[in-house]
Each structure stands twice: as C-alpha cells, then as structure tokens.
Nanobody, 125 residues
Framework: QVQLVESGGGLVQAGGSLRLSCAASGRTFSSYTMGWFRQTPGKAREFVAGISWNGRSTAYADSVKGRFAISGDNAKKTVYLQMNSLTPEDTALYYC??????????????????WGQGTQVTVSS
C-alpha cells in the first residue's frame, strides 16, 4: 500500500507564495512520476504540474507556467510544488498523486494510481 500526505496549504494574499509538500510512504518503486492536481467545488480535478522520478521530465498546466515549480527529493520520497505570484484563481484543494513504474508524466487523473487527501490553498484578493 502507498500513502501520500500533502502539507503546506493555507491562506495567502494575492501575489504571495506557498510551497506544498507531498511525502510518500509504504510500498515504493525506483521509477515513478508524481503530479499535482487541483479541484474546486463543482469542477473536475485539473492537472497542475508533474515530474518524473529523476527530474528529467516535468510538465505544467499553461495557467501556472512561469509561476509554479515542481521538484523532488528521492531520498525523502517527497515532491514539492513552489507556487509564486498566486491569484484568487489558484484557490483550490490541491492533491498529489503518484504513478509507479513509469517515467512519462501524465496530465490526466487516469495516469495516476494513488492519491493524497489534499491540502487547501486559499488566495485572497
């Protein structure tokens, strides 16, 4: 079994920054991809950013390019999402997810096997 725990969410003013963390535990594999998604009430979960296990491949949604950065620490089994220049439109519940035994970063929810419980990000105007 795999557990993912997100942290780092909170309330921030527009223009501010937050760094989300996602720590994996339980059964893990040497190769994987991890992604961040977000969801607001009544809307589908949308891709935000993803990274391969070796960091060589990353992907970002157009809406966050240039503002968000994903990175990983294999030793800590943790992936981070640095979010800068936040706007109220970034307000959402942010989830991390992992797909094991793969190196292609998927941008849909179907490409991931395990999910965390989410961490709330609220950006005030």
């Amino acid at each position: 079994q795999v557990q993912l725990v997100e942290s780092g969410g909170g309330l921030v003013q527009a223009g501010g920054s937050l760094r989300l963390s996602c720590a994996a535990s339980g059964r893990t594999f040497s190769s994987y991809t991890m992604g961040w998604f977000r969801q607001t009430p009544g809307k589908a979960r949308e891709f935000v950013a993803g990274i391969s296990w070796n960091g060589r491949s990353t992907a970002y949604a157009d809406s966050v390019k240039g503002r968000f950065a994903i990175s990983g620490d294999n030793a800590k089994k943790t992936v981070y999402l640095q979010m800068n220049s936040l706007t109220p439109e970034d307000t959402a519940l942010y989830y991390c997810a992992v797909h094991y035994l793969g190196s292609v970063v998927a941008i849909t929810t179907a490409g991931y096997d395990y999910w965390g419980q989410g961490t709330q990000v609220t950006v005030s105007s």
